[in-house]
């Protein structure tokens, strides 16, 4: 560069004849500005003397106008008064004219500026002022392009350090033809061949496609700015071709289309991909594989799954277990053959290989996975697959390893209740990392199958012979059974046909002590009219027996014909009062009902639901005192299910009693009971519960000595296709 200002200055000052053409740099240093001049030169040349006295004074700050140079927008030149000193140096005639520094702005940088000065003897005007406005233009494309060039050179240098420097292939390729323009040591190494021999050839022929030939290939990397390409192949000088990734650069260099392509090596990350592809192989085949045997439970199907899943990662296998007949040593249990290899291999064997006997402990291998019960891999399958076969011959082997093409064999073993029994012999033309690991894997999940099918098959058994028992038991319990129904159809004959013929001579007898105690056959002597009394009362009590036995045989004959269909409990509550009315009338007692509003019909046997309105109010008036009340209450408790309650005002049940007041033939023995000596079997409130679960409700109790009692039982409403009617308004009884 220092060499150009000069010939700059030079140039100048011959050009436009001034004294002094003076290139300087104008820099900020420490909130000041400090000159500095890079080139000078006089017309003509000074003598010696006074060439080392111009340096002196050029050394010195110079006259300058400089700000304005300095400033974003310069004017095109800037006119200042010479310094005397150098105007007397530079030649007698500038003494006594006006000498004046014309200086203008080259380049400028950083508040920098790069500035030409030139000295003349008087202000410039018209020609002489374009003159010099023509020779500092071109002074200034001259240190532009100086300065470019710099630029252009410092960028190849650092283009080619990086070329050179960078860890992949790179190399410069016409766009158009696809001829090498350049390469870096890289690629040179890559490929096997020299840089010369590189720049020789095109890039069809040093990369290859698997889809695509050269020339659409060149297509493609040139059809963008930036291209990626990642299947293409470098042909090496000797040896496969080296998977590479592409990715090309297009730009233009002197108005030609170029490409810049970076072949990276993806030798390692093909590799990688594809032992991830056997991974995930590897994953689905063993998952496919968990998935069949979970449901498999015979043996045969579990080693079918094993077969078709080892097939599809490129395996056949065997299994060599204990024979059914329980003979000595291992044999061919299954085999993952065709039916035509299968056949093949008999007749290359000259015997059923189903039928080979394996003595494990003759066979290193089977020997070895067995005893340290882990999974074993060899490369040296011709030794181990003529201990496998039952000593085969060499020229049998030959014509096996031609047959099935097995290079490489894995043994795995089969374990039952956590002991080795069996041996699953994979083979495979080359093993690939992680095989051992995937076929012990299969193994494992094969043993557990084995494991399931034996129990699964143990239990079947075990059932078979449970089924059978149960057949031969429930048999006995039907008949059983069918006794038991029989005598219970004729206790419940008997009870009703007695209760009807007890009850028919009971009621004559009644009739006649009434007709005598009311003295209407004659008049009766006072121990006359006592003993008629106590007839007539254990008449009645006997008629009150027999009377719950006829209802008891009546609901053990028909408990399960019940006819559902909607009905309203306020006309039930009504039938069941107005039923019992004279008795309630006799005594003086208030029965109080009340149905709420709204209240839905329910989905009962309506009779049977009167039945136990019935039973609970003579319960209920049969405990409660002379003149008192009872209450009976209905509402929609829940959604689908309304409550009924009778409540009296009685006695009330002692506690200890009330977890058995349903069973049958239960009875209260308290004497606070006003009618304890008109008391019942305890019949009917068993009988109520009956009717109340048949229709799927409940029925519950709670009560208080001395506060009385209270009966509640729900039932259902009708489903949504029975069609309920509409119900009635709240109802009340007196």
């Given at each position: 560069m220092?060499?150009?200002?000069?010939?700059i200055?030079?140039?100048?000052?011959?050009?436009?004849?001034?004294?002094?053409?003076q290139?300087?740099?104008?820099?900020?240093?420490?909130?000041?500005?400090?000159?500095?001049?890079?080139?000078?030169?006089?017309?003509p040349?000074l003598?010696?003397?006074?060439?080392?006295?111009?340096?002196?004074l050029?050394?010195?700050?110079?006259v300058?106008?400089?700000?304005?140079?300095?400033?974003?927008?310069?004017?095109?030149?800037?006119?200042?008064?010479?310094?005397?000193?150098?105007?007397a140096?530079?030649?007698?005639?500038?003494?006594?004219?006006a000498?004046?520094?014309?200086?203008?702005?080259?380049?400028?940088?950083?508040?920098?500026?790069?500035?030409?000065?030139v000295?003349?003897?008087a202000?410039?005007?018209?020609?002489?002022?374009r003159?010099l406005?023509?020779?500092?233009?071109?002074a200034?494309?001259?240190?532009?392009?100086?300065?470019?060039?710099?630029?252009?050179?410092?960028?190849?240098?650092?283009?080619?350090?990086?070329?050179?420097?960078?860890?992949d292939?790179?190399?410069?390729?016409?766009?158009?033809?696809?001829?090498v323009?350049?390469?870096?040591e890289?690629?040179?190494?890559?490929?096997?061949?020299?840089r010369?021999?590189?720049?020789?050839?095109?890039?069809?022929?040093?990369?290859?496609?698997?889809y695509?030939d050269?020339?659409?290939?060149?297509?493609?990397?040139?059809?963008?700015r930036?291209?990626?390409?990642?299947e293409?192949?470098?042909?090496?000088?000797?040896?496969?071709?080296?998977?590479?990734?592409?990715?090309?650069t297009?730009?233009?260099?002197?108005?030609?289309?170029?490409?810049?392509v970076?072949?990276?090596?993806?030798?390692?990350e093909?590799?990688?991909?594809?032992?991830?592809?056997?991974?995930?192989?590897?994953?689905?085949a063993l998952h496919?594989?968990?998935?069949?045997?979970?449901?498999?439970?015979?043996?045969?199907?579990?080693?079918?799954v094993?077969?078709?899943?080892?097939?599809?990662?490129?395996f056949?296998c065997?299994?060599?277990?204990?024979?059914?007949d329980?003979?000595?040593?291992?044999?061919?249990?299954?085999?993952?053959?065709?039916?035509?290899?299968?056949?093949?291999?008999?007749?290359?064997?000259?015997?059923?290989?189903?039928?080979t006997?394996?003595?494990?402990?003759?066979?290193?291998?089977?020997?070895?996975?067995?005893?340290?019960?882990?999974?074993?891999?060899t490369d040296?399958?011709?030794?181990?697959?003529?201990?496998?076969?039952?000593?085969a011959?060499p020229l049998?082997?030959?014509?096996?390893?031609?047959?099935?093409?097995?290079r490489?064999?894995?043994?795995?073993?089969?374990?039952?209740?956590?002991?080795?029994?069996?041996?699953?012999?994979?083979?495979?033309?080359?093993?690939?990392?992680g095989?051992?690991?995937?076929?012990?894997?299969?193994?494992?999940?094969?043993s557990?199958?084995?494991?399931?099918?034996?129990?699964?098959?143990a239990?079947?058994?075990e059932?078979a012979?449970?089924?059978?028992?149960?057949?031969?038991?429930?048999?006995?319990?039907?008949?059983?059974?069918?006794a038991?129904?029989?005598?219970?159809?004729?206790?419940?004959?008997?009870l009703?046909?007695?209760?009807?013929?007890?009850?028919?001579?009971?009621?004559?007898v009644?009739?006649?002590?009434?007709?005598?105690?009311?003295?209407?056959?004659?008049?009766?002597?006072?121990?006359?009219?006592?003993?008629?009394?106590?007839?007539?009362?254990?008449?009645?009590r006997?008629?009150?027996?027999i009377?719950?036995?006829?209802?008891?045989?009546?609901?053990?004959?028909?408990?399960?014909a019940?006819?559902?269909?909607?009905?309203?409990?306020?006309?039930?509550?009504?039938?069941?009062?107005?039923?019992?009315a004279?008795?309630?009338?006799?005594r003086?007692?208030?029965?109080?009902?009340?149905v709420?509003?709204?209240?839905?019909?329910?989905?009962?046997?309506?009779?049977?639901?009167?039945?136990?309105?019935?039973?609970?109010?003579g319960?209920?008036?049969?405990y409660?005192?002379?003149?008192?009340a009872?209450?009976?209450?209905?509402?929609?408790?829940?959604?689908?299910?309304?409550?009924?309650?009778?409540?009296?005002?009685?006695?009330?049940?002692?506690?200890?009693?009330?977890?058995?007041?349903?069973?049958?033939?239960?009875?209260?023995?308290?004497?606070?009971?006003?009618?304890?000596?008109?008391?019942?079997l305890?019949?009917?409130?068993?009988?109520?519960?009956?009717?109340v679960?048949?229709?799927?409700?409940t029925?519950?109790?709670?009560?208080?000595?001395g506060?009385?009692?209270?009966?509640?039982?729900?039932?259902p409403?009708?489903?949504?296709?029975?069609?309920?009617?509409t119900?009635?308004?709240?109802s009340?009884?007196?």
């Open positions: 220092q060499r150009i200002l000069r010939e200055a030079r140039d100048v000052a011959r050009i436009t004849g001034a004294p002094l053409a290139i300087l740099v104008i820099r900020p240093h420490a909130g000041e500005r400090r000159v500095e001049t890079l080139a000078a030169a006089t017309a040349p003598p010696a003397a006074r060439a080392a006295e111009l340096t002196r050029l050394g010195r700050d110079p300058l106008a400089a700000d304005p140079l300095l400033g974003d927008d310069p004017p095109p030149r800037v006119v200042a008064p010479c310094e005397p000193e150098l105007a140096l530079l030649s007698p005639a500038l003494r006594t004219a000498p004046v520094s014309v200086s203008w702005r080259l380049a400028s940088g950083l508040g920098s500026a790069t500035v030409l000065r000295v003349l003897p202000a410039p005007h018209g020609a002489a002022l003159m406005d023509a020779a500092a233009r071109l200034t494309g001259r240190v532009e392009a100086e300065g470019f060039r710099r630029e252009m050179a410092g960028w190849n240098a650092a283009y080619r350090t990086f070329q050179e420097g960078a860890g292939a790179m190399l410069v390729v016409h766009a158009g033809t696809g001829r323009l350049e390469v870096n890289k690629l040179s190494a890559l490929a096997g061949l020299g010369r021999e590189l720049r020789r050839r095109s890039l069809a022929e040093l990369f290859e496609h698997p695509l050269g020339a659409a290939l060149l297509a493609r990397l040139a059809s963008g930036v291209v990626r390409e990642d293409a192949r470098l042909r090496r000088r000797r040896g496969e071709a080296v998977p590479v990734a592409i990715t090309a297009r730009f233009e260099l002197e108005a030609e289309p170029v490409l810049h970076i072949a990276r090596d993806a030798t390692r093909r590799r990688a991909l594809a032992e991830l592809r056997q991974a995930k192989d590897t994953l689905a496919l594989a968990g998935a069949h045997l979970t449901v498999e439970t015979d043996e045969a199907a579990i080693y079918g094993l077969a078709r899943e080892l097939s599809r990662l490129g056949h065997g299994v060599l277990a204990p024979a059914l329980g003979g000595s040593g291992l044999v061919w249990r299954f085999l993952s053959f065709p039916l035509p290899v299968r056949r093949q291999l008999d007749r290359v064997l000259g015997r059923a290989l189903d039928a006997r394996v003595d494990p402990l003759e066979v290193s291998l089977v020997r070895r996975c067995l005893v340290e019960r882990r999974t074993i891999h040296a399958a011709r030794g181990a697959v003529q201990g496998l076969l039952g000593g011959t049998q082997l030959r014509r096996l390893g031609r047959l099935v093409g097995i490489r064999l894995i043994l795995a073993p089969l374990r039952r209740e956590g002991r080795p029994v069996a041996v699953l012999v994979v083979g495979a033309a080359k093993l690939r990392k095989d051992p690991e995937a076929i012990d894997a299969f193994a494992l999940q094969a557990i199958a084995l494991e399931k099918a034996r129990l699964i098959g239990l079947r058994e059932r012979r449970l089924e059978t028992e149960v057949e031969r038991r429930t048999a006995e319990l039907r008949r059983a059974v069918e038991l129904e029989e005598t219970d159809r004729r206790k419940d004959n008997f009703a046909n007695i209760s009807h013929e007890l009850r028919t001579p009971l009621v004559t009644l009739g006649y002590a009434d007709l005598l105690l009311t003295e209407k056959l004659g008049e009766l002597a006072p121990r006359q009219r006592s003993a008629l009394q106590v007839v007539a009362s254990s008449g009645r006997l008629k009150t027996f009377e719950e036995l006829l209802e008891l045989s009546r609901h053990e004959l028909t408990r399960d019940l006819a559902f269909a909607p009905c309203h409990v306020s006309e039930v509550i009504t039938q069941a009062v107005l039923a019992l004279p008795r309630f009338a006799e003086g007692l208030r029965v109080r009902a009340r709420a509003r709204g209240t839905p019909p329910v989905w009962a046997d309506r009779e049977r639901v009167l039945q136990v309105l019935v039973n609970l109010l319960n209920a008036e049969r409660s005192p002379d003149g008192s009872i209450r009976v209450a209905a509402a929609e408790v829940a959604p689908g299910r309304v409550e009924v309650s009778v409540s009296d005002r009685g006695a009330g049940i002692a506690p200890e009693h009330l977890d058995n007041i349903f069973d049958r033939l239960y009875q209260v023995r308290d004497d606070r009971a006003p009618r304890h000596k008109g008391g019942a305890g019949i009917g409130l068993a009988i109520v519960k009956s009717i679960e048949a229709h799927g409700g029925v519950s109790v709670r009560s208080r000595v506060r009385g009692t209270t009966f509640r039982f729900s039932l409403t009708p489903r949504s296709d029975a069609g309920p009617a119900p009635p308004a709240s009340a009884a007196r």
